[in-house]
């Protein structure tokens, strides 16, 4: 039999007795339902105890104007009896959402009234889409999107990459922004109010993170390095006198007639792999040599600039963005300007979106067009999630993740432009084929190559120093978002040992960061450096995401995401992101079933699964005539497996300590555990 709800648990939160009920500066602490923070602004914070009223008692709750309604908890703390209430006004709101409110019992409530309370956000608009656009924006779209789409079709590429952005990268994109704004929390604690037996992913997203900071700002210590050495009248790259030069350093560029043999190599190869990296001194992976100091100071002062950008929250980085975010394009206009007026600029062009229709057959293709577009927006890291944490609660997020993964792959097809005008350049002053110039990938099309170009320009100390300059700061952007993602993770998870210490954590992280890289900055890094890249991130992104993508839309469920999603735009998605979030995006990071041409052009079905694939197939590396000895495949294994390691290790651990029969212990595992507190103007609801 439904109870009728006394007066006193349905008094109207409208009530406009409520003002006085609480002196100035002092908290409402009757029943412990109203708690004033210290601009006297009024939040609901939720009970510990979660209990919750019974069906009767919804039905009968008074409704507030928006659809919220207050229910009076039956678990009073502090001794605070039953018959007393707190009110205070609320403000109409639009949401329609029902709500209980109750009370804040030990050490849960203190920490989301600290999380309430100081959760900072973006001082501006703005500020947030900078850093988002900074942090998809990267060194990968500068010299591997041009590479992949070169060798892979042309023009014809754009087709594979362009529907793995429309049904793969940017639903995971757009997923990720609007669980971190609508939940707050970073990667780890958001998996509380999600499926808590997925709170593993946190652990692996922090130290994926970790990884790539331990290698990425390495490479941006080699552009440090260029910077420096670029403030001369001659570019050092330029002759071949150097103390560094071997005989076979053969600069073509000079007034001399020269051949080119088998064996020459150009004073930029050589400036790059025996003054820069110092590889010679090295014997490979078994024999690292020592450290360079000079690209340790080109790392420590990176990570300072990085200490000082971060360490007040993103109040400071996101002021750092308007830099960082917006050079790159200035430079990226210059370059390309300057590129399109080289000689034999178009034969680089022609090359670089030249459609070979035939390569759309190829399963590699579509395997590439997914991992540049998946890593490329960058979804998996933790970032989208922190960043978005920030955001106000009715931030247009759908409308963000349009416009910066908008952004992000018009930059990367711009950047194709930029690379392959010089390209054309070197291949008409060589008098070679274009294909025969662009066969270097990764750093080397950057530090070799492009560098070559640049030095042989008139006014080629300018564009040296710009280019370099550019490559820095493309690079500051996405480690400022990739610590940021573990800091936010981290604060959120422990906030009471971290909440009021992020300076010293931040000082604390970055220091771990940079004694990780010292095994990178010896004489052969370079080597080390190569087998981070294959083997830290990319199948153990993938499985991050596909989990996570899983977590949201099979297990927390895809209606209650699309009802999360509308209590902040107003509007639900769509039945086409819906129908990406279940299915489609799951299954671009799983497989790929495309039809596959053999050398004979029989034509056979074959199913790629991305992940599977490089477990069975793993890549053979090589690196400047070093072949990886089969043992770094092992220890390759081992790095990508140490960080997802942490998923199964947690869901064993929940399902042990969490009581109760085995099916009681897994209902309890994927059931959220922690309500997300919903804004209602100056109030702070709990969803249930």
């Known amino acids: 039999m439904e109870k009728k709800a006394t007066s006193n648990e349905t008094e109207p939160l409208t009530s406009k007795k409520d003002a006085s009920d609480c002196n100035k500066g002092e908290d409402c602490k009757e029943n412990g339902l109203l708690v004033r923070n210290p601009k006297s602004a009024l939040r609901l914070v939720e009970d510990g105890n979660k209990v919750h009223p019974s069906q009767g008692e919804k039905g009968e709750a008074a409704q507030i104007s928006n659809g919220y309604s207050a229910v009076q908890s039956s678990a009073p703390c502090n001794g605070m009896g039953e018959g007393e209430d707190a009110q205070g006004t609320a403000p109409a709101a639009t949401t329609t959402t029902t709500t209980t409110t109750s009370t804040t019992c030990g050490a849960e409530g203190q920490q989301q009234l600290m999380e309430l309370e100081d959760r900072e956000t973006w001082s501006k608009k703005i500020d947030f889409l900078l850093s988002v656009i900074g942090y998809a924006v990267d060194l990968g779209n500068v010299w591997r999107f041009p590479y992949i789409c070169y060798q892979n079709g042309g023009g014809a590429f754009l087709i594979p990459y362009a529907i793995m952005a ?7 994109f757009y997923m990720e922004l609007a669980l971190g704004q609508y939940h707050r929390n970073g990667c780890i604690s958001i998996w509380r109010k999600i499926c808590p037996i997925f709170k593993g992913i946190g652990f692996a997203i922090c130290i994926i993170d970790l990884y790539v900071a331990s290698y990425y700002n390495t490479i941006m210590a080699w552009a440090f390095y260029y910077l420096i050495s670029s403030f001369t009248a001659e570019l050092p790259w330029t002759s071949c006198t150097n103390p560094w030069n071997t005989g076979n ?12 043999a088998l064996h020459s190599t150009s004073p930029a190869e050589e400036f790059y792999t025996r003054q820069v990296l110092q590889v010679h001194r090295s014997e490979g992976l078994d024999d690292l040599g020592g450290i360079s100091w000079q690209l340790t100071l ?21 002021k750092v963005v308007w830099v960082t975010a917006t050079f790159p394009y200035i430079i990226l206009f210059i370059l390309l300007v300057r590129g399109a007026t080289l000689p034999g600029a178009w034969r680089g062009v022609l090359y670089y979106l030249k459609p070979d229709w035939q390569k759309l057959l190829a399963t590699e293709v579509w395997v590439d067009a997914a991992a540049q577009i998946f890593f490329s927006l960058g979804p998996g890291f933790g970032v989208l999630l922190a960043y978005a944490s920030y955001n106000k609660f009715h931030n247009n997020c759908y409308q963000d993740a349009l416009v910066t993964s908008t952004v992000n792959c018009l930059t990367s097809f711009v950047s194709g432009f930029v690379i392959f005008t010089v390209l054309g350049y070197m291949a008409e002053m060589r008098n070679e084929d274009v294909s025969e110039v662009a066969k270097d990938t990764g750093p080397s099309l950057l530090f070799i190559t492009y560098a070559e170009a640049i030095a042989n320009m008139p006014a080629s100390t300018f564009f040296a120093i710009i280019f370099f300059l550019m ?49 990178t900055l010896t004489f052969g890094g370079a080597y080390v450096v190569k087998l981070f890249e294959e083997y830290a991130t990319g199948p153990a992104v993938l499985t991050v995401v596909f989990l996570e993508a899983v977590a949201v839309s099979w297990f927390y ?26 299915a489609i995006s799951p299954l671009f ?17 074959k199913t790629k699964f991305v992940t599977c694939s490089f477990l069975s197939n793993p890549p053979e590396l090589r690196l400047f005539e070093y072949d990886y000895p089969y043992w770094t495949t092992v220890v390759g294994y081992c790095i990508g497996t140490s960080s997802i390691i942490f998923i199964p290790i947690y869901m064993v651990y929940r399902l042990i300590v969490t009581p109760g029969t085995l099916k009681e212990r897994i209902l309890k ?14 109030i702070r609801m709990n969803a249930v």
């Open 669 to 682: 595992s994927i059931t959220p555990e922690t309500a997300t507190e919903i804004p209602f103007g100056d």
């Open 557 to 582: 469920g895809i209606t209650q995401f699309c009802n999360d999603v509308k209590e902040m735009l107003g509007s639900a998605p769509g039945w086409y992101w819906r129908v990406c979030w279940v």
């Open 298 to 318: 080109c790392l420590l002062l990176i990570f300072t600039i990085v200490y000082f950008s971060i360490w007040k929250g993103v109040k400071t980085s996101g």
């Open 166 to 172: 429309i049904f793969g990268g940017i639903p995971l």
């Open 249 to 260: 350093c053969t600069n073509y560029f000079s007034k001399d007639n020269v051949s080119w």
């Open 589 to 605: 990071l799983l497989q790929n079933e495309v039809i596959k041409a053999d050398e004979t052009t029989h034509c056979q079905r």
């Open 471 to 519: 490559l820095l700061t493309l690079g500051l952007d996405s480690t400022f978002a990739g610590l940021e993602g573990v800091i936010t993770g981290v604060l959120d998870e422990f906030p009471h040992v971290w909440g009021k210490r992020r300076e010293l954590f931040v000082l604390g992280l970055t220091i771990v960061c940079f004694l990780g890289s010292l095994a």
